[in-house]
């Protein structure tokens, strides 16, 4: 059984830093590429980053410069590191693991962010 467990999440001021943590278990970690997700509310799910197997990451365009995302394979955990928060980055973080051959999607259940002075 698949098994995505984010933890690292909470209330931060503007201007602070956080680090995500998402812990893989049930699965090969190192052969799929993994991403973390953010959903505000009202809006919808959105993209934040993504990293390859291989470690080549992609970044959406309002976090890219702050966040960083990385992977440690023989710890089958997953890494966001968010600098110079904003209050726009306040959402539920989820992080997913996916892949086409084989076909699979899977998500945590997501950590709270909150950025507030």
């Known amino acids: 059984q698949v098994q995505l467990v984010e933890s690292g999440g909470g209330l931060v001021q503007p201007g602070g830093s956080l680090s995500l943590s998402c812990v893989a278990s049930?699965?090969?970690?190192?052969?799929?590429?993994m991403g973390w997700y953010r959903q505000a509310p009202g809006k919808e799910r959105e993209l934040v980053a993504t990293?390859?197997?291989?470690?080549?990451?992609n970044y959406a365009s309002s976090v890219k410069g702050r966040f960083t995302i990385s992977r440690d394979n023989a710890k089958n955990t997953l890494y966001l590191q968010m600098n110079s928060l904003k209050p726009e980055d306040t959402a539920v973080y989820y992080c997913?693991?996916?892949?086409?051959?084989?076909?699979?999607?899977?998500w945590g259940q997501g950590t709270q962010v909150t950025v507030s002075s």
């Open positions: 990293i390859t197997s291989s470690r080549n990451t």
């Open positions: 997913r693991i996916y892949g086409s051959l084989p076909r699979i999607d899977f």
């Open positions: 049930g699965i090969a970690f190192d052969i799929f590429p």
